[in-house]
């Protein structure tokens, strides 16, 4: 069955980096688009950022532009997103998703890697 | 961007209630709808596709309708695991890809 699990979250002093990664297991992983998607506290889901199935197209929500970089290694079945120059307001869960289909629905999620961005 | 508007932002309904909640794109988006289903704790479930087409393994009292900017989803007999947040999401015109604000339901 199809398992996304995320794992790297934790506390980050503000200015500083962060890591999050999310391994795949139970589907061709070279198939499908991958997004990141968060949630902060109290409030909704928020869309974060996309690749593409081969890594060569990304694109990123505004509040993250120029900050936030997506990747993925499809040898190791990994996503990846490297958070840099971390602010307060990007203290949420941080999910993945598999995008999936033409109207690229999000059909798999993992369970969540929290993030807090505090001094 | 496209702005997703879900109404109401709670709601309160007792299990066996028939239950719409809607949800308003800022300009059109065709069929490019698509419902989820949020526990605390949990990953976002995928409920509805495409606007109507309900994903495997979910259950038939989920129904999803609309094209255009306006669309419902909408639980005939609400169960207890039901009580839940439900968010829309617009994939037509992206990047970004937004969702709505959110629909809590909540036991009455």
């Known amino acids: 069955q199809v398992q996304l699990v995320e794992s790297g979250g934790g506390v980050a002093q503000p200015g500083r980096s962060l890591r999050l990664s999310c391994e795949a297991s139970?589907?061709?992983?070279?198939?499908?688009?991958m997004h990141w998607v968060r949630q902060a506290p109290g409030k909704g889901l928020e869309w974060v950022a996309v690749?593409?199935?081969?890594?060569?197209?990304?694109h990123y929500a505004d509040s993250v532009k120029g900050r936030f970089t997506i990747s993925r290694d499809n040898s190791r079945n990994t996503l990846y997103v490297e958070m840099s120059s971390l602010r307060a307001e990007d203290t949420a869960v941080y999910y993945c998703?598999?995008?999936?289909?033409?109207?690229?629905?999000?059909?798999?999620w993992g369970q969540g890697s929290p993030v807090t961005v505090s001094s | 961007d496209i702005q997703m508007t879900q109404s109401p932002s709670s709601l309160s309904a007792s299990v066996g209630d028939r239950v719409t909640i809607t949800c308003r794109a800022s300009q059109t988006i065709s069929n490019y709808l698509n419902w989820y289903q949020h526990k605390p704790g949990t990953a976002p479930k995928l409920l509805i596709f495409a606007a109507s087409n309900l994903q495997t393994g979910v259950p038939s009292r989920f129904s999803g309708s609309g094209s255009g900017t306006d669309f419902t989803l909408t639980i005939s007999s609400l169960q207890p695991e039901d009580f839940a947040t439900y968010y829309c999401q617009q994939t037509y015109i992206t990047p970004p890809i937004t969702f709505g604000q959110g629909t809590r339901l909540e036991i009455k």
């Open positions: 998703a598999r995008g999936s289909g033409s109207y690229d629905y999000f059909d798999h």
């Open positions: 139970g589907f061709t992983f070279s198939g499908n688009a």
């Open positions: 690749i593409s199935n081969d890594g060569s197209r990304q």
